[in-house]
């Protein structure tokens, strides 16, 4: 049985097919590094879906086309345009909506679907591409794999259920991760314990093969993790373990200016020179993201994933009705000048009150879930 679901374009931008007892999805856009776009989105949900209902059915797997990415996130640059539409009184800015509805609709699918969901991040994994992972009861890393939300840097947030997985990383390594972007090899990625296994990428065919052939019995999660434990090899050790102690007491401060001074108090002890390089990396992320991030996180700890989602769409179209994210887009993909302007400027400037707007109910609607 091979059945192909696509958007009707010569390449299609979303191939998904069985493959004995598998469901697989391949995300074929390799030239843009597999970036999610909302047509992809359309078709990956509802088939999903389906795939839950079918006792045939025993478990998804996911994963990008190349040899460079899983998937590199979601396609902003769609959502930016809409965005800038929608100022100029020439659209209504609907993409901007429906992307973050229906891609945290995805993200809440997978968190809670029944079966083994697999997912080989064998290169780029970031943003959206994360949300497409991450909710999964399996994240398969490869020696290839760079994984990281970036969001503060282009005056956006970690969201796609960030509050709700980073907030619950060991010690206040999500906190770091959020406010910093840092970059995660697979080594960081199972230390931080957002990957699962790790196999080499060459050995990735042979087990999409098993996990095709394989009798599963009635534990499907037991059959895969027998299936990918016989794949798997030791990713190495993580260089994110050395500065841990010193992530755990910087970035456990309630405000992102406090976390900024403890980053200080460490530049004079041994882990000077991370220290300094993690201040630097945060002076240069917009003051607002900063902060609406800790919040975000502080409050996502104590939520269920779906009240995650909900306050993250609260977020995004807050951010759609301010400056920093046309403006991080437009220095990052637009002009490429890599120098945006941020307003306000500092973090000082950035009240209370302009923090606690990205939290409130969302007067067209705040998401729902329908399944």
Same mark, same amino acid.
């Given at each position: 049985?091979?059945?192909?679901?696509?958007?009707?374009?010569?390449?299609?931008?979303?191939?998904?097919?069985?493959?004995?007892?598998?469901?697989?999805?391949?995300?074929?856009?390799?030239?843009?590094?597999?970036?999610?776009?909302?047509?992809?989105?359309?078709?990956?949900?509802?088939?999903?879906?389906?795939?839950?209902?079918?006792?045939?059915?025993?478990?998804?797997?996911?994963?990008?086309?190349?040899?460079?990415?899983?998937?590199?996130? #979601?396609?902003?640059?769609?959502?930016?345009?809409?965005?800038?539409?929608?100022?100029?009184?020439?659209?209504?800015?609907?993409?901007?909506?429906?992307?973050?509805?229906?891609?945290?609709?995805?993200?809440?699918?997978?968190?809670?679907?029944?079966?083994?969901?697999?997912?080989?991040?064998?290169?780029?994994?970031?943003?959206?591409?994360?949300?497409?992972?991450?909710?999964?009861?399996?994240?398969?890393?490869?020696?290839?794999?760079?994984?990281?939300?970036?969001?503060?840097?282009?005056?956006?947030?970690?969201?796609?259920?960030?509050?709700?997985?980073?907030?619950?990383?060991? #010690?206040?390594?999500?906190?770091?991760?959020?406010?910093?972007?840092?970059?995660?090899?697979?080594?960081?990625?199972?230390?931080?314990?957002?990957?699962?296994?790790?196999?080499?990428?060459?050995?990735?065919?042979?087990?999409?093969?098993?996990?095709?052939?394989?009798?599963?019995?009635?534990?499907?999660?037991?059959?895969?993790?027998?299936?990918?434990?016989?794949?798997?090899?030791?990713?190495?050790?993580?260089?994110?373990?050395?500065?841990?102690?010193?992530?755990?007491?910087?970035?456990?401060?309630?405000?992102?200016?406090?976390?900024?001074?403890?980053?200080?108090?460490?530049?004079?002890?041994?882990?000077?020179?991370?220290?300094?390089?993690?201040?630097?990396?945060?002076?240069?992320?917009?003051?607002?993201?900063?902060?609406?991030?800790?919040?975000?996180?502080?409050?996502?700890?104590?939520?269920?994933?779906?009240?995650?989602?909900?306050?993250?769409?609260?977020?995004?179209?807050?951010?759609?009705?301010?400056?920093?994210?046309?403006?991080?887009?437009?220095?990052?993909?637009?002009?490429?000048?890599?120098?945006?302007?941020?307003?306000?400027?500092?973090?000082?400037?950035?009240?209370?009150?302009?923090?606690?707007?990205?939290?409130?109910?969302?007067?067209?609607?705040?998401?729902?879930?329908?399944?």
């Amino acid at each position: 049985m091979n059945e192909t679901v696509d958007l009707g374009a010569a390449e299609p931008h979303v191939i998904c097919t069985v493959r004995g007892a598998v469901g697989h999805v391949l995300l074929n856009r390799p030239k843009a590094l597999n970036a999610l776009t909302l047509d992809m989105i359309r078709i990956i949900d509802p088939q999903l879906a389906a795939w839950a209902r079918d006792p045939a059915i025993k478990a998804v797997v996911i994963q990008g086309a190349g040899d460079r990415a899983f998937c590199a996130g #979601g396609d902003v640059r769609a959502v930016w345009d809409s965005g800038k539409a929608r100022q100029a009184g020439e659209g209504d800015g609907a993409i901007a909506r429906d992307f973050f509805r229906e891609e945290y609709r995805l993200n809440r699918r997978i968190k809670r679907y029944p079966k083994p969901y697999i997912a080989l991040l064998d290169g780029i994994t970031m943003g959206g591409g994360v949300g497409l992972s991450v909710h999964g009861s399996h994240r398969v890393t490869t020696e290839k794999t760079l994984l990281a939300m970036p969001e503060t840097g282009i005056g956006l947030f970690p969201d796609v259920g960030g509050g709700y997985f980073l907030s619950r990383l060991p #010690g206040e390594l999500g906190t770091y991760l959020a406010l910093t972007g840092a970059r995660l090899g697979a080594a960081d990625a199972a230390y931080a314990g957002i990957a699962t296994h790790h196999v080499p990428s060459a050995q990735l065919g042979a087990l999409l093969e098993e996990l095709a052939a394989v009798s599963y019995g009635a534990q499907a999660h037991a059959t895969v993790d027998t299936v990918l434990a016989r794949h798997a090899a030791f990713p190495g050790e993580a260089p994110l373990a050395a500065h841990t102690p010193s992530i755990d007491r910087s970035f456990n401060a309630e405000t992102v200016e406090d976390i900024l001074a403890c980053l200080c108090d460490e530049t004079q002890g041994f882990d000077d020179s991370w220290a300094a390089a993690t201040v630097k990396t945060l002076s240069q992320m917009s003051p607002t993201s900063l902060k609406v991030t800790l919040s975000q996180l502080r409050r996502g700890v104590a939520l269920e994933i779906e009240d995650v989602l909900v306050m993250e769409y609260r977020m995004t179209q807050a951010v759609m009705a301010g400056h920093d994210f046309y403006e991080g887009i437009r220095a990052q993909l637009v002009d490429k000048d890599r120098q945006p302007k941020w307003r306000p400027a500092t973090l000082a400037e950035v009240s209370e009150s302009e923090v606690a707007r990205h939290f409130q109910p969302v007067p067209s609607g705040d998401l729902t879930f329908t399944d």
